[in-house]
């Protein structure tokens, strides 16, 4: 049977670096403030660089390392809320710049769970026999969708990318899946909305450019529905809790994935952690976090790892992955 197997894992962040000492300069905060409430110290923001910067970095490596032609890729998918363009989209950019010229292109919108939304869509491509390799890339420049004269969200986040490689094999690779939205909920993160400007268009103007969160809400769904689809993986998969090397939670705050941990009963340390470093880089936490934990050497072949993304629109995605 034909599944699909990771192949490396790859990161790119912007040299620049923010400590909250930094931000209580330009907003009413403080760091005691920021590191007691999301456990984030400091964060890497870009100073001249965009998202396609920043995953044609994280791409490069992938495939200097990997040993891959840029023509042998078949597939390119880019996780991103904070993309170049609206169009050309932001996997057509890297495409161009890496030679991949026999690949087709796309970015997904998911925003924190964007990352796995897209591993999930190319190992489908990938399965059904048309794509025999594939780049899968999680990128995010949030610093300039953030309002940085509000204090409840300019802390949060930060720039960065982070991606795999994915090929056609018949062991390892990506066992088991719990993907689910729910859009009855999703006002409780936006971002990017567009005033229709039309001199015919007769609504109520409004904008909402920069992210907006309810916090409570966020961390209220975050907390409930990942333990739910973690269990639902590890019971779907016939998987013991004790099978799992490590849990690499989306880096969206230290409380949330403190009580994700204990409603799970898993030992602290299953779980990877860098949030403190990085801050919370929405659809490239994941990626970032796999791309530290193999530079360290934290990933060995035969372990099965579980990754979760949670966030706008409302989304949440699980996966099982045995390196």
């Known amino acids: 049977m034909i599944i699909s197997r990771i192949i490396g894992f790859e990161s790119a962040l912007p040299p620049f670096t923010v400590t909250?000492?930094?931000?209580?300069?330009?907003?009413?905060?403080?760091?005691?403030?920021?590191?007691?409430?999301t456990g984030i110290r400091t964060r890497h923001l870009t100073a001249d660089q965009n998202t396609s910067d920043l995953c044609i970095i994280a791409a490069e490596k992938l495939l200097k390392k990997a040993g891959w032609a840029p023509e042998?890729?078949?597939?390119?998918?880019?996780?991103?809320?904070s993309p170049d363009y609206t169009t050309p989209r932001t996997a057509c950019l890297v495409q161009e710049a890496l030679g991949c010229k026999n690949a087709f292109c796309f970015d997904l919108a998911a925003a924190c769970s964007g990352f796995i939304y897209s591993l999930s869509v190319a190992d489908k491509f990938i399965k059904a026999g048309g794509v025999k390799r594939?780049?899968?890339l999680g990128g995010e420049t949030l610093s300039k969708i953030t309002d940085w004269s509000d204090r409840s969200t300019c802390v949060l986040f930060g720039d960065g990318a982070g991606g795999v490689l994915m090929e056609a094999s018949?062991?390892?690779?990506?066992?088991?899946?719990?993907?689910?939205?729910?859009?009855?909920?999703?006002?409780?993160?936006?971002?990017?909305?567009?005033?229709?400007?039309?001199?015919?268009?007769?609504?109520?103007?409004?904008?909402?450019?920069?992210?907006?969160?309810?916090?409570?809400?966020?961390f209220t769904f975050a907390t409930r529905k990942v333990p739910e689809s973690i269990k639902t993986v590890l019971e779907?998969?016939?998987?013991?809790?004790e099978d799992i090397r490590y849990i690499v939670l989306h880096q969206a705050n230290t409380r949330i994935n403190d009580v994700i941990a204990r409603k799970l009963k898993a030992p602290a340390e299953k779980f990877f952690?860098?949030?403190?470093?990085?801050?919370?880089?929405?659809?490239?936490?994941?990626?970032?976090?796999?791309?530290?934990?193999?530079?360290?050497?934290?990933?060995?072949?035969?372990?099965?790892?579980?990754?979760?993304?949670?966030?706008?629109?409302?989304?949440?995605?699980?996966?099982?992955?045995?390196?």
Do not use: Q
């Open 72 to 81: 042998s890729v078949d597939l390119i998918v880019l996780g991103s809320v």
């Open 170 to 218: 018949e062991e390892g690779g990506i066992l088991c899946e719990d993907i689910h939205s729910d859009g009855s909920k999703g006002m409780a993160l936006t971002a990017g909305y567009r005033t229709n400007k039309s001199p015919y268009y007769k609504g109520e103007p409004k904008s909402s450019e920069f992210i907006d969160m309810n916090g409570r809400e966020v």
């Open 236 to 241: 779907k998969s016939g998987t013991a809790m």
């Open 134 to 136: 594939a780049l899968v």
């Open 20 to 37: 909250n000492d930094d931000l209580a300069k330009i907003v009413d905060t403080s760091d005691e403030w920021i590191s007691s409430r």
């Open 273 to 323: 952690t860098n949030i403190d470093r990085i801050g919370n880089t929405s659809g490239a936490s994941v990626p970032i976090a796999l791309a530290e934990m193999n530079e360290k050497g934290l990933l060995k072949k035969g372990d099965k790892i579980l990754i979760s993304g949670f966030g706008g629109g409302l989304t949440w995605a699980t996966m099982l992955i045995e390196l």
